[in-house]
């Protein structure tokens, strides 16, 4: 949680996935959401994506 109360979260293995929220909920379902945005936008580029936790995108 940052200062202001603010719940923050990234996935330090995929470079810009971060998200905030004012919950723990909000955060978690928003960097869902980056992820998955991530992830098509890296496949739509012809990205390659990391391997996380042994799976293989």
Known sequence: ML???IFYGEIP?????WSSG?????????LQDA???W?????RLGHQLPI???IKI
């Not at 992830?39 to 496949?43: A, M, Q």
Request: hydrophobic fraction near 30%; glycine fraction near 14%; proline fraction near 0%.
């Open 13 to 17: 293995n995929c470079q810009g996935v």
């Open 52 to 54: 996380l936790e042994n």
């Open 35 to 37: 992820l998955e945005g």
């Open 39 to 43: 992830i098509i936008l890296g496949l």
């Open 22 to 30: 004012k919950t723990l909920e909000e955060c978690r379902e928003n």
């Open 3 to 5: 200062e202001d109360g």
